[in-house]
């Protein structure tokens, strides 16, 4: 019965390093979406993933920029040579299906970078 | 840019008192609305959703409102209650591949509640 999970809940690195954001989301949810959270913004849409299918990847903003979804179940995010406008909180939805089906979110990722 | 803004940043309302949440979209073929909750330190949280068929929807304590005219969404809240203190997003629908759903979200109200 748990909801969707994020890992690690807080991430600092310096500038120019990789990393990896990790997201498990509810089990049985076929479609899983990845935003991103600016400081007092709202959420800017970065990919989704909807089973076997590709995904759409047509948010993210640039090419340091992808995502994996691994067995349909758990996503990773990776940013690569980070900068320090990549700060923001990184948040993972689900849902059960992909048309009109509700998003639930995780806790979401504070991405620091120095 | 975003297509979907909220009129005020910020709102305060005593407690008990009913509250209204307004947002303004610029997409005419958005055919679905939603708004979120969001606390300090949590993700959104759905509240309620509209179809563009429809020009008004209740839940609980919570009504949704949709002006397709002049291409305004509303949220009001009856009886508040200090739980009801968070940031407020709508959110407005954009079919993606395969016709998922591909949220644009506004950039949200900060409701408090004065107990």
């Known amino acids: 019965g748990a909801g969707v999970s994020q890992s690690p809940s807080n991430k600092v690195t310096e500038k120019g390093k990789d990393v990896e954001l990790r997201c498990d989301p509810i089990?049985?949810?076929?479609?899983l979406y990845w935003y991103r959270q600016s400081l007092g913004q709202g959420l800017e849409f970065l990919i989704y993933?909807?089973?076997?299918?590709?995904?759409?990847k047509s948010g993210l903003p640039s090419d340091r920029f992808s995502a994996e979804r691994t067995g349909g179940s758990v996503s990773t995010l990776t940013i690569q040579r980070t900068q320090q406008e990549d700060s923001a909180v990184y948040l993972c939805?689900?849902?059960?299906?992909?048309?009109?089906?509700?998003?639930?979110f995780g806790p979401g990722t504070r991405l620091t970078v120095l | 840019g975003e297509s979907v803004g909220l009129h005020l940043p910020t709102l305060s309302v005593q407690e008990g008192d009913n509250s209204i949440i307004n947002c303004a979209y610029s997409?005419?073929?958005?055919?679905?609305f939603i708004w979120y909750k969001q606390e300090s330190g949590k993700g959104p949280q759905f509240i309620i959703d509209?179809?563009?068929?429809?020009d008004k929807r209740q839940g609980q304590r919570v009504t949704v409102l949709l002006n397709k005219t002049v291409k305004h969404l509303s949220l009001q809240i009856a009886a508040t209650q200090p739980g009801d203190s968070a940031v407020y997003f709508c959110?407005?629908?954009?079919?993606?591949?395969?016709?998922?759903?591909?949220?644009?979200f506004g950039q949200g109200t900060r409701l408090t509640i004065n107990p």
């Open positions: 959110a407005e629908n954009l079919r993606g591949l395969q016709g998922a759903q591909k949220l644009v």
């Open positions: 993933f909807q089973g076997n299918s590709a995904p759409d």
């Open positions: 089990s049985g949810h076929t479609a």
């Open positions: 509209i179809r563009s068929n429809m």
């Open positions: 997409n005419s073929a958005s055919d679905y």
């Open positions: 939805a689900s849902s059960l299906r992909v048309a009109g089906g509700e998003q639930f």
